[in-house]
């Protein structure tokens, strides 16, 4: 067999290992994941009764529109609702873009380090990866505006940033729109919206009235707490939803997560207890890095970067093997640092307890 050229040099995706597999290799029972960005706390009691009502049809084909969520969530957002696309997660929404819109001559913009799905359905697209290096943990987006050519078809902002969990705010986000040429479509990935607590983060949904070269991201995966039934969404203006539909698989959401995401979005008073919690334990991180002397990323996301300040490889390792994962900055580009997953007040703290060991005593 021959593969497309492109895809010889492609590493598959590394999630990290899962907390069975970990159980297994150290002979654990107890097993604390604190690496992909899940809500710690799980999704809202409503959506467990939703589940258990959608399992009643599971023979029958999903609403391939989407209809009552589309009503729901346009309502949610005050939108058309032929403004919205749902997606198998906001990863098969970055495919779909990437298969509408770019040919073997053309190339998106991104940061580096970011989210690597970006680069790697570029790629297999055959485009080009424009990769400009993020500028103090942030995106620079004067060297991106710089970076976009008449070979530019998209460009990438992650915003919050994933691994740093950085941001970008309204005003330099509007003197980069204003930039870019309009047929260049700016991605704007917000899977961490709920998260943020800047005020001067950006309106994305009212700028699309102004900025038509908008896509926006989002997803029920986060703080919704639907990761294993993968649901994201885009917003954009009808005309950019109705391509992206002739491209998307006509089945790609299932009925439960549509039913799930429904009774998630319904619960906005967990939503703002999750955000709460979240909010309290990064100022708990923070405290503590200080008192290690650990630079650290501030964050609007439920993760933080934090900076060893030597390889952080050996001190990943040996958290695992005290049954908590977290997320080796050697595998994001950052070999210095750890990226840890925001959790409950429990975790948090036992995740500040082996740091403060490590750091000490393991080279």
């Not at 509408?100 to 485009?127: C, Q």
């Not at 969990?165 to 729109?177: C, D, P």
């Not at 979240?278 to 405290?287: I, P, S």
Request: aromatic fraction near 8%; glycine fraction near 4%; proline fraction near 6%.
């Amino acid at each position: 067999m021959k593969p497309k050229k492109q895809i010889t040099g492609l590493a598959p995706y590394n999630p990290g290992k899962p907390i069975e597999e970990v159980k297994r290799e150290f002979n654990l029972t107890r097993v604390i994941k604190l690496a992909s960005n899940e809500n710690p706390f799980g999704p809202s009691p409503k959506v467990k009764q939703a589940i258990a009502e959608a399992c009643h049809n599971l023979a029958q084909y999903p609403d391939g529109a989407a209809f009552e969520l589309r009503r729901a969530l346009a309502e949610f957002y005050q939108v058309h609702p032929d403004q919205l696309l749902f997606g198998n997660g906001s990863d098969e929404i970055v495919q779909i873009i990437c298969r509408t819109f770019l040919t073997p001559d053309s190339n998106a913009v991104m940061a580096e380090p970011t989210f690597p799905r970006y680069k790697a359905n570029v790629i297999i697209e055959g485009a080009q990866a424009v990769e400009v290096p993020l500028q103090n943990g942030v995106h620079n987006l004067e060297a991106m505006a710089e970076a976009v050519n008449q070979q530019t078809r998209l460009v990438w902002i992650c915003n919050p940033n994933n691994p740093t969990g950085t941001y970008v705010n309204e005003e330099a986000l509007t003197s980069f729109l204003r930039r870019v040429p309009q047929d260049v479509l700016v991605v704007v990935d917000e899977a961490y919206y709920e998260y943020v607590t800047a005020d001067d983060y950006p309106d994305t949904v009212a700028m699309l009235k102004q900025y038509p070269n908008i896509i926006i991201l989002r997803t029920f995966s986060k703080i919704y707490g639907l990761a294993a039934l993968r649901i994201g969404y885009a917003i954009a203006r009808q005309e950019v939803i109705d391509l992206l539909n002739r491209v998307r698989e006509p089945f790609n959401t299932s009925r439960v997560a549509q039913q799930a995401a429904l009774a998630a979005l319904s619960d906005q008073d967990y939503v703002a207890h999750c955000y709460e919690q979240n909010k309290q334990g990064k100022e708990y991180y923070y405290r503590h890095f200080e008192s290690l002397n650990l630079a650290c990323y501030p964050t609007e996301a439920n993760f933080i970067m934090v900076d060893l300040g030597r390889p952080a490889h050996p001190v990943f390792e040996a958290m695992l093997r005290q049954g908590v994962i977290v997320r080796s900055g050697k595998m994001l580009g950052m070999p210095t640092c750890l990226r840890i997953t925001i959790g409950s007040q429990e975790q948090n703290e036992t995740i500040i307890q082996l740091l403060t060991h490590m750091v000490q005593n393991v080279s």
